[in-house]
């Protein structure tokens, strides 16, 4: 079955967070960071979408939290992707792929 | 599916649910800051909380994320719930106690039933397991089996695994502590195989015990081991002198088997002499069979009706007449409770219908008093779906808190059923309140909130949020419908209390009636004793002097007023041979279908002691010895069937009794009826013969005294061991006991149906009470216009009695038709009462009718005294 586009949204913010927590565990804040650095300022995520959808990968097991110390030595809760996680992304990286595509040839095609 | 981890991850966010709240916090205050951090790098102003949005909608959403969110409603709605019934402590207590008492009925007599009825008995496949019968066509009566006619079934019928019989039998032992009576079965080959229970301790008997000279082993019941020999491990293998001989304990039966007839027993072999097989006239032998696998209980019968046919024309002298009979083992132990308890499930379920109103009147009396509440709380935006779930939540913890108490009950409940339950309820000792008790007290519980919770929660569910603001909770008095179903619940409720209340009363009726109808002797007062002297006096002219002396010597105990021997104690089981058949000088009547009487072998004393009527003629004297004239005394009944209209005294009659020589006797006197085998039970005709011309060894004694007869036991028991060291005194009780044992099954049936009754009488005027209140108190300010009108005092006073009564009237006119029922259902179990009694019925009414006005009178008495001024104002 084909993904609603509201889960289509909240799969793409999934894929986006685990992503990047790919290379290294981070907090909340410097995922929103990197988020917006990397989209080139395109994706300003929204905070309120933020932590709800940090607390639900973590409930599925794919992102683990602990709490760490701040680049400026403040109490900050750190999350890094799992093994379960690292699975995950690559399966909804391939969907996104081939979703992107389809939307491509359907675009292209017009 | 929930992985283990996240069930633990869902447990964690119930448990630390307070320390999750606060790492969230931290968190996002960190998010705040390093925001707030980075416009200040930038130079702006604080982006504030605009980017995060509204705080406490995440912190929501992230809560949802825990998965746990209705868990937390839930015990948020209960928290919620325990608070507001804490505010309002007499509605909850009210509550509170409907439902215990309810639910508490319900299961205490699920528990009766469930432990008598239910249980399968403790044998494997009791249902091929009977009792065999012989019935008796010609006088109509089911009666137990003569040896000669078990011998020849057992050997001829083929539908039987097992076929087995038990002789009822005494051995006297000689304990440490003196003679003791063993009541005991002399059982036949096989008898435990055919239960098919094995000893607990040792062994049962083997096939050659059942020989002569070999029979001398007894196996143990538990509770005759328990109680005679301490439930000593080590008994089996032990000697002890039964009827002056060693015998050798060889088993003991587990408790379960006790069941049998729930006394304390001993069984022992038996050891067939040449008797047994030509006995055909002597239905004394208790026959269990256990029917062969795939034959049914109806094919059982036919194979043994069939040789009981062969019988009847191979000796039609005394078998012409002898059929056989089965009946399903659990119906025989359990036949006779069973009505009872169905009875007591129908009354307790009436009861409950009378709670169930009750809880449901409050309820909606409770749901009108929250309108406001109710208001106020959706303009704040909780759903109709949300409150209604309140109100559920609510009345389930009143539900689940009542079924415990429920349970409570039904524990007390439970021990005094065990404490009435009459003799024929067996295994007594399994009546208890168990888990599915439990459960029955819950589910009863619940389903009773979710029914009587509906109702309110729906009305409540469609209220107005701003209507009920604006009128200041006004617009949540109860319509002239809700008030009509109140009034119809509480109309209910006395409907069903005056059903409870005329079946206990027909009850109580005729329990006065048999307790205060002629018995044709007087129970207080009397001391009663059994000896069985056979074997410690053997020859009849021993006995008579044993009989004799025993007399004499009791008589002269101080306080004794009069002493008598009988052979038949009324209301007590059997001692000896109590029927004989009868031939009346004078009157034709063909040897084979000669009348069976009741026959007593007696003293002149007897009549004494027990204060029975002397009609006509005198009793036996003294004087009446061996080698006088045989004599002999009937009763009223006895006269009316032989000797309508004439007077029987020096007529001559032939009675034939048991080990006793056929002697034509003199009738010399007429006594009154007694009723000898329940206090219900019309007498039948009797002959009464002197011990001293039919010496038998089954000699019970009857003693009046002039204190309480219990505190003579010792000197009573003195004077038999000065007779005989050895011989045994069987029994020792009083009269009055028997009365009270024979009249055990009708209190037990009386004592709960009063209960409920009376339980419901409760129920029915707390309902009045509330809803009379309510409904005044919902009309303050027209009763205050009223009396600013010049209404009086009196006259508002009967406005609202008149309200009151009309409602539990029309409940009691209801009820009237529903008592039909009851009565109906009782018609079985009534005597001297008619069915329809008026004065049960209009008695039952007139006193509900004054619950009711009695439990209006102080909401009427509190609006007559409202203060017109007051009223007014209270808006």
Same mark, same amino acid.
């Given at each position: 079955m084909a993904p609603a586009p509201t889960d289509r949204l909240q799969g793409t913010l999934d894929l986006l967070i685990l992503r990047t927590l790919q290379s290294e565990p981070m907090h909340g804040w410097g995922i929103a960071q990197r988020l917006l650095l990397l989209s080139e300022e395109l994706f300003q995520v929204n905070q309120g979408s933020l932590y709800p959808a940090l607390h639900r990968l973590e409930d599925r097991g794919w992102i683990a939290a602990e709490w760490g110390t701040s680049e400026n030595n403040r109490k900050a809760r750190y999350y890094r992707i799992t093994t379960a996680g690292r699975r995950q992304l690559t399966r909804e990286r391939e969907e996104w792929n081939a979703f992107v595509a389809a939307v491509t040839r359907v675009l292209s095609d017009a | 599916m929930l992985s283990p981890r996240r069930i633990l991850r869902r447990l964690r966010a119930l448990l630390s649910r307070e320390q999750l709240d606060r790492e969230l916090d931290d968190e996002i205050h960190f998010h705040l800051e390093m925001d707030a951090d980075a416009a200040r790098r930038h130079g702006q102003e604080a982006p504030g909380r605009a980017s995060l949005g509204n705080v406490p909608l995440v912190k929501d959403e992230v809560r949802d994320v825990r998965g746990v969110r209705p868990v937390e409603d839930f015990l948020a709605d209960v928290r919620l719930a325990v608070r507001g019934l804490i505010r309002r402590p007499t509605f909850t207590l009210a509550s509170l106690a409907t439902f215990a008492l309810g639910a508490g009925g319900v299961a205490a007599v699920f528990g009766a039933i469930n432990g008598i009825l239910l249980r399968p008995l403790p044998y494997p496949e009791p249902d091929r397991m009977v009792v065999v019968w012989e019935w008796n066509n010609s006088h109509s009566r089911q009666q137990e089996a003569s040896p000669g006619n078990f011998l020849d079934w057992r050997e001829r019928a083929t539908a039987f *695994?097992?076929?087995?019989?038990?002789?009822?039998?005494?051995? +006297?032992?000689?304990?440490?502590?003196?003679?003791?009576?063993?009541?005991? !079965?002399?059982?036949? *080959? /096989?008898?435990?195989?055919?239960?098919?229970?094995?000893?607990?301790? #040792?062994?049962?008997?083997? $096939?050659? *015990?059942?020989?002569?000279?070999?029979? $001398?082993?007894?196996?143990? #019941?538990?509770?005759? !081991?328990?109680?005679?020999?301490?439930? +000593?491990? /080590?008994?089996i293998g032990r000697i002890i002198t039964l009827d002056g001989s060693p015998w050798e304990i060889i088993g003991v039966m587990p408790r379960a088997f006790d069941a049998m007839d729930g006394n304390d027993l001993l069984w022992a072999p038996k050891v067939l002499t040449g008797w047994e097989p030509t006995a055909r006239t002597s239905p004394f032998w208790t026959v269990v069979g256990r029917i062969k696998p795939g034959v049914t209980i109806e094919q059982g019968g036919a194979d043994l009706r069939r040789v009981a046919a062969q019988l009847g024309a191979e000796y039609p002298r005394t078998n012409a007449s002898i059929d056989a009979v089965l009946v399903p083992i659990t119906e025989q132990v359990v036949g006779s409770a069973r009505r009872a308890l169905w009875l007591l499930l129908g009354a307790v379920g009436v009861l409950l219908m009378v709670a169930g109103a009750n809880v449901t009147g409050l309820q909606l009396a409770r749901a009108l008093d929250r309108g406001r509440e109710f208001a106020v709380r959706a303009a704040l935006g909780a759903t109709s779906h949300r409150m209604v779930r309140q109100l559920v939540t609510e009345s389930f913890v009143l539900a689940g808190l009542g079924s415990l108490l429920g349970f409570a009950l039904a524990f007390g409940g439970l021990g005094v059923i065990r404490r009435l339950a009459p003799p024929a309820v067996p295994r007594p000792d399994q009546l208890q309140a168990d888990l599915p008790v439990l459960l029955v007290a819950i589910a009863v519980g619940l389903i009773t909130a979710l029914v009587s919770g509906l109702a309110p929660a729906l009305s409540a569910s469609r209220s107005n949020a701003a209507l009920g603001l604006t009128m200041g909770g006004r617009a949540f008095t109860a319509g002239p419908l809700a008030r009509r179903v109140r009034a119809t619940l509480v109309g209910g409720q006395f409907a069903f209390a005056l059903m409870l209340l005329v079946g206990a009363g027909l009850l109580f009726r005729s329990f006065v009636a048999i307790l205060t109808q002629d018995r044709g002797f007087q129970s207080d007062h009397v001391l009663v004793t059994v000896t069985q002297a056979w074997g410690y006096f053997p020859t009849p002219e021993a006995r008579a002097e044993y009989v004799r002396q025993a007399s004499e010597r009791l008589r002269q105990v101080p306080g004794v007023v009069a002493v008598g021997m009988t052979s038949s104690i009324p209301l007590n089981e059997f001692i000896g041979a109590e029927t004989g058949l009868v031939a009346i000088a004078g009157q034709a009547t063909g040897a084979a279908d000669l009348p069976e009487v009741h026959a007593v072998i007696a003293t002149g004393g007897y009549f004494d002691a027990l204060r029975i009527p002397l009609r006509g003629g005198r009793v036996f004297s003294d004087n009446d010895r061996a080698t006088t004239t045989a004599v002999a005394v009937v009763n009223d009944a006895f006269v009316r069937r032989f000797f309508p209209g004439e007077s029987p005294i020096g007529r001559r009659i032939t009675l034939g009794i048991a080990r006793t020589p056929k002697t034509e006797r003199e009738i010399i006197g007429v006594v009154a009826d007694v009723r000898r085998h329940a206090l219900h039970q019309e007498a039948r005709p009797a002959v009464y013969v002197p011990h001293a011309q039919a010496p038998t060894g089954a000699a019970g004694f009857v003693i009046r005294t002039q204190a309480d007869p219990d505190r003579m036991t010792e000197a009573v028991k003195g004077v038999f061991a000065g007779l005989s060291a050895s011989m045994p005194v069987s029994k020792v009780t009083t009269m009055d006991r028997l009365v009270g044992e024979s009249l055990r099954e009708r209190r037990f049936l009386l004592t709960l149906l009063a209960g409920f009754a009376l339980a419901g009488i409760c129920l029915a005027a707390t309902g009045i009470f509330g809803v009379m209140s309510y409904i005044t108190g919902e009309r303050t300010r027209e009763i205050g216009v009223r009396m600013a009108f010049g209404a009086d005092r009196a006259r508002v006073l009967g406005m609202v009695l008149g309200d009151g009564t009309r409602i539990a009237g029309a409940g009691i006119v209801a009820g009237l038709l529903g008592a039909l029922l009851t009565s109906r259902i009782l018609t079985g179990m009534l005597y001297g009462v008619r069915a329809l009694d008026p004065i049960t019925f209009v008695g039952g009414a007139l006193l509900l009718l004054a619950v009711g006005f009695a439990a209006t009178w102080i909401p009427a008495r509190r609006a007559a005294g409202l203060d017109p001024v007051e009223a007014l104002r209270s808006e």
């Open positions: - | *695994e097992y076929l087995v019989a038990a002789e009822p039998y005494g051995l +006297d032992w000689q304990s440490p502590d003196g003679p003791v009576y063993l009541s005991t !079965w002399l059982v036949t *080959e /096989n008898f435990f195989e055919a239960f098919g229970v094995k000893p607990m301790l #040792g062994r049962t008997f083997r $096939r050659d *015990e059942h020989q002569q000279g070999r029979g $001398r082993v007894v196996v143990l #019941g538990w509770s005759k !081991w328990q109680r005679q020999f301490g439930g +000593d491990p /080590n008994v």
